[in-house]
């Protein structure tokens, strides 16, 4: 059975651009460090107006303009984030009453960098079973309010944002390879490596928020063998070759992991969506936000084979081939 439909894209960004200038009269580091070792060049900064509801709703109304429906049609919201406006309610409710589509089914979903890929699969699996029709999946992140910026490993790494896309019920009766949806994703998650990439606050263990800890290199080379074996998977499931995709949007972690894992699976550099240079690594909303921006500057097209990739804290990880 051919998958959802995706009929519109969007995303936000906060006002406030950081440069690695900027960062660089805060923390030990440089402009030519962090562009050396991560391709970053600037990063979007919330301010205080600025929560990742508000994010997510712009880019929800993007999205919802783009595919020129009603947010009234919407019958199911599913935010992924790891920085939430509030422990509880869902942030996912928060932009339902901002979007006035009160009275679907809305609820935020927790897996970091890969949020997205497992938010689109949790509202493709409920669009198939008859649950809802047309759904909004939004990742959206204010990671800055979760970043130690004393900590020069972390604090350059990180930018705010926020990307959605309107997601239509498959069509009765569609089918095959050519028909636009998904047409197959595959999510991995491995505890044990918890250690590697956390926040070291929460609710029910310090009662604080918390900051972001890394260990870059670990996360690094983790990264490079999970996304290069998770897009194996897909690529043989759908039947298809390393030459039939168009596009591959990654997750916006780092030019050099997009570099190795494209080079790993013999995929064109020229194939592959970069926005890590503008947006650094925006979380759950970097895969939605690198996919509008490439739709909207041209690149991605209708029928076009894309190919989207995550991996995040857990660890993490994911790949959806989809038909636009
Ligand atoms: N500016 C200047 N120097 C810095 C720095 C900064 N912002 N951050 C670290 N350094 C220093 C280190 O202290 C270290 O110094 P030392 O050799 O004197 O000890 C040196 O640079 C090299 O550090 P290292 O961590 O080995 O660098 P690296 O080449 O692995 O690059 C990352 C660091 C974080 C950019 C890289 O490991 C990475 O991208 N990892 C993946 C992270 C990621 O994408 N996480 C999110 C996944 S969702």
Same mark, same amino acid.
């Given at each position: 059975?051919?998958?959802?439909?995706?009929? #519109?894209?969007?995303?936000?960004?906060?006002?406030?651009?950081?440069?690695? *200038?900027?960062?660089?009269?805060?923390?030990?580091?440089?402009? +030519?460090?962090?562009?050396?070792?991560?391709? /970053?060049?600037?990063?979007?900064?919330?301010? &205080?107006? +600025?929560?990742?509801?508000?994010?997510?709703?712009?880019?929800?109304?993007?999205?919802? @303009?783009?595919?020129?429906?009603?947010?009234?049609?919407?019958?199911?919201?599913?935010?992924?984030?790891?920085?939430?406006?509030?422990?509880?309610?869902?942030?996912?409710?928060?932009?339902?009453?901002?979007? #006035?589509?009160?009275?679907?089914?809305? $609820?935020?979903? &927790?897996?970091?960098?890969?949020?997205?890929?497992?938010?689109?699969?949790?509202? @493709?699996?409920?669009?198939?079973?008859?649950?809802?029709?047309? *759904?909004?999946?939004?990742?959206?992140?204010? $990671?800055?309010?979760?970043?130690?910026?004393?900590?020069?490993?972390?604090?350059?790494?990180? #930018? =705010?944002?926020?990307?959605?896309?309107?997601?239509?019920?498959?069509? &009765?009766?569609?089918?095959?390879? =050519?028909?636009?949806? /998904? %047409?197959?994703?595959?999510?991995?998650?491995?505890?044990?490596? !918890?250690?590697? %990439?956390?926040? @070291? #606050?929460?609710?029910?263990?310090?009662?604080?928020?918390?900051?972001?800890?890394?260990?870059?290199?670990?996360?690094?080379? !983790?990264?490079?063998?999970?996304?290069?074996?998770?897009?194996?998977?897909?690529?043989?499931?759908?039947? /298809?070759?390393?030459?039939?995709? =168009?596009?591959?949007?990654?997750?916006?972690?780092?030019?050099? /992991? %997009?570099?190795?894992?494209?080079?790993?699976?013999?995929?064109?550099?020229?194939?592959?969506?970069?926005?890590?240079?503008?947006?650094?690594?925006?979380?759950?909303?970097?895969?939605?936000?690198?996919?509008?921006?490439?739709?909207? =500057?041209?690149?991605?097209?209708?029928? @076009?084979?894309?190919?989207? +990739?995550?991996?995040?804290?857990?660890?993490?990880?994911?790949?959806? %081939?989809?038909?636009?």
């Amino acid at each position: 059975m051919t998958g959802s439909r995706i009929i #519109g894209t969007g995303s936000a960004l906060p006002r406030q651009i950081v440069t690695n *200038a900027d960062l660089a009269q805060r923390v030990d580091t440089s402009d +030519e460090w962090i562009v050396a070792r991560t391709g /970053i060049r600037q990063r979007h900064i919330a301010q &205080a107006d +600025e929560t990742t509801a508000t994010l997510a709703t712009a880019a929800a109304r993007a999205a919802l @303009d783009d595919a020129g429906v009603e947010a009234s049609s919407i019958d199911l919201i599913v935010l992924a984030t790891a920085t939430p406006d509030n422990t509880f309610p869902a942030t996912a409710t928060k932009v339902q009453h901002a979007l #006035g589509c009160n009275g679907g089914i809305a $609820f935020d979903v &927790a897996a970091v960098c890969s949020g997205f890929l497992y938010a689109l699969s949790v509202a @493709d699996s409920l669009l198939k079973t008859g649950m809802a029709k047309r *759904a909004l999946v939004i990742g959206a992140e204010t $990671f800055s309010r979760i970043l130690d910026w004393d900590d020069r490993t972390t604090c350059v790494l990180f #930018g =705010d944002g926020a990307g959605a896309v309107v997601l239509d019920a498959p069509a &009765a009766g569609d089918a095959g390879k =050519d028909t636009p949806g /998904i %047409l197959g994703t595959r999510l991995h998650a491995d505890g044990a490596q !918890h250690d590697l %990439l956390y926040v @070291d #606050g929460g609710p029910s263990t310090t009662q604080t928020v918390g900051h972001v800890r890394m260990k870059g290199p670990e996360v690094f080379r !983790h990264a490079v063998v999970n996304l290069a074996e998770v897009l194996r998977e897909v690529i043989e499931d759908a039947g /298809i070759s390393v030459a039939d995709i =168009d596009w591959v949007v990654p997750h916006q972690a780092n030019a050099r /992991i %997009l570099d190795a894992t494209a080079r790993k699976l013999g995929i064109s550099p020229d194939k592959v969506v970069v926005t890590v240079h503008a947006h650094a690594n925006t979380s759950a909303a970097s895969v939605p936000l690198a996919l509008d921006t490439a739709r909207k =500057d041209g690149r991605i097209k209708a029928g @076009d084979l894309v190919m989207l +990739e995550a991996m995040g804290g857990g660890f993490t990880w994911g790949a959806s %081939l989809i038909r636009m």
